[in-house]
């Protein structure tokens, strides 16, 4: 950030974005700017898909870890061992990595912990939060209990992705994120606007965004122009950042024989693929990455 601040010279705005852990690692630098005074600050932050909080079970991680080491238990140090087919992400996720992102939610929370005591938040650069109601990664609620609920700073947003309402979906699901929605809109002051984009209706896949800015407690709709894709019944940790036109993760296959992971069409009898059903059913693009980028842009005043 110094070097960027020194190329850039005094007067041009910095911006962070960042994604899962580096949204954290950009809440964090921020925290740190606060209070030193060497420390160049952005102007703005965009997180995607934000690691503020992570399962419980990553409290454990350390001690996983560790039992790793004694011998004929070396895979304890590994949540998943997968085949690495993708080129730009691992399959596999070492236990250590899940402690070192845990590690870095406790710092975060302890640094507000004593800035808000202190008064000192106010300065927190403005910050728009974009997550996916489901996402088997972070925690969404985490997003608003330990971050823009306790900063003390004005201009902050969420953008908040709801899952496909459509009536047909609703008796096969697992997870319904509707009652931590509802949560987060019964708090009668919110000191952040919150957007939900959503279903118009559970007859319709077309969607509409319901706003509410800090000082209401009324929804304002607006028709977003867009549909749910047949097939996608919700985002995903990992789809937030793509495009649908992306050649590896995108909608479509780019050039025949190329690789392409975005929509694998893959069906047979179980066991025959190295990759897990669960790798083949993620979605690995936005749907709503026009809505998206418009918000980001829209934010940064570009």
Known sequence: MRHLRKTLGPDKPIYIMGYSTGAALAVDYSLDALGEEELPR??????????????????????????????GMEKVAWTD????????????????AGDLIHQLTLAIGAKLDALTTRGGT??????????????????????????LARVGNEGNEFVLFDIDRLRELQPILAKDPQPEIQAILGTKI????????????????EVVTKVRVPGSQSLSV???????????????????????????????????????????DARGEKGVLSIP?????????????????????TFLGQ
């Open 277 to 297: 059903a669960g790798g083949i059913l993620r979605l690995r693009y936005n749907p709503f990455f026009r809505y998206t980028k418009q918000r980001i842009m």
């Open 122 to 147: 106010g300065d927190f650069p403005r910050t728009l939060a974009i997550a996916s109601s489901v996402d088997a990664t972070v925690s969404m609620g985490a997003v608003v209990d330990q971050f």
């Open 81 to 96: 061992l997968l085949p690495e087919y993708d080129p730009y992400k691992y399959g596999s996720f070492a236990v250590n």
């Open 42 to 71: 952005a102007e703005a932050l965009v997180l995607i898909s934000p690691a503020i909080g992570v399962s419980p079970a990553a409290t454990f991680a350390k001690w996983q870890s560790r039992l790793s080491w004694v011998l």
């Open 190 to 205: 919110l000191p952040f606007t919150i957007t939900i984009v959503t279903n118009k209706g559970p007859e319709t896949r």
């Open 222 to 264: 607006t028709d977003l122009h867009e549909s749910w894709p047949r097939g996608v019944h919700s985002l995903a940790h990992v789809s937030l950042p793509f495009s649908p036109a992306d050649p590896l993760y995108g909608a479509t296959q780019s050039s025949p024989g190329a690789l392409h992971l975005g929509d694998l």
